[in-house]
């Protein structure tokens, strides 16, 4: 089955240092992973994915993220953080088996505030 | 990118009373389309999923005879709440799925529903 974990129910920052919101993974066979963002009463918006390719995944808004196989981890970084980055993130990662309708499993959740 | 609309953004009903919930792909077709329910703070939980034209199967716990799911178009999903209860009250989120064979998802802004 595929799961996702994100550590850290909460991250806080100071605007303008770099920013990490974790994600480990667990799939069986190779991993299509997503990060997502939420505003308040908002859908999602996504940011980036790894498919398969260069492991540093560059997104929207200056994020990227890590593919580390040996870790099995998917980190969202960003170099300089906004007060605006403030937000819910969400790593995912997507069932590959057609049967499934390639649906998504969500991790918990990471609230990131970024302090002025 | 691909644009996927919910509507109505929020509602309010009363209890006993049916919702239903669009979900449009604006312009893609959706061969599939997944609808979630978030609860305050918490991650999304896939409620079902449909084929355009097809029966939705829905995750385990989650009652088809309550939430129906109607895929009639390849551009229009419906989620009907039925006898609605104040536990019903959540926020409902849809994602649409193309053709395509990386079938990305695309995600709507999410309908806020209270149930009074």
């Known amino acids: 089955a595929q799961s996702v974990a994100q550590p850290e129910d909460q991250v806080n920052v100071a605007e303008g240092n770099p920013l990490t919101v974790k994600c480990t993974y667990s799939v069986s066979g190779n991993p299509y992973l997503f990060w997502y963002v939420q505003y308040p009463n908002r859908g999602l918006q996504f940011l980036l994915k790894?498919?398969?390719?260069?492991?540093l995944v560059k997104g929207s808004y200056g994020f990227e993220a890590e593919f580390n196989k040996s870790q099995t981890s998917f980190h969202l970084k960003k170099p300089s953080a906004l007060v605006s980055d403030s937000a819910l993130y969400f790593c995912?990662?997507?069932?590959?088996?057609?049967?499934?309708?390639?649906?998504?499993?969500f991790g918990t959740g990471t609230s990131l505030t970024v302090i002025p | 990118g691909a644009v996927v609309s919910q509507h109505p953004s929020w509602v309010i009903c009363k209890s006993g009373t049916s919702v239903k919930i669009e979900c449009r792909s604006l312009d893609f077709q959706a061969t599939t389309m997944f609808w979630y329910r978030q609860f305050p703070k918490q991650s999304l939980m896939l409620m079902a999923t449909s084929n355009e034209g097809s029966k939705a199967t829905y995750e385990q716990g989650v009652e088809k005879d309550k939430f129906l799911i109607n895929h009639a178009s390849l551009t229009l999903s419906t989620l009907t709440v039925t006898s609605a209860h104040p536990e019903d009250s959540s926020f409902y989120i849809c994602?649409?799925?193309?053709?395509?064979?990386?079938?990305?998802?695309?995600f709507g802004p999410g309908t806020r529903l209270t149930v009074t």
């Open positions: 790894y498919i398969t390719g260069d492991n």
């Open positions: 994602s649409a799925a193309g053709l395509a064979a990386l079938r990305e998802q695309y």
């Open positions: 995912a990662v997507r069932d590959t088996d057609q049967n499934t309708g390639n649906q998504f499993y």
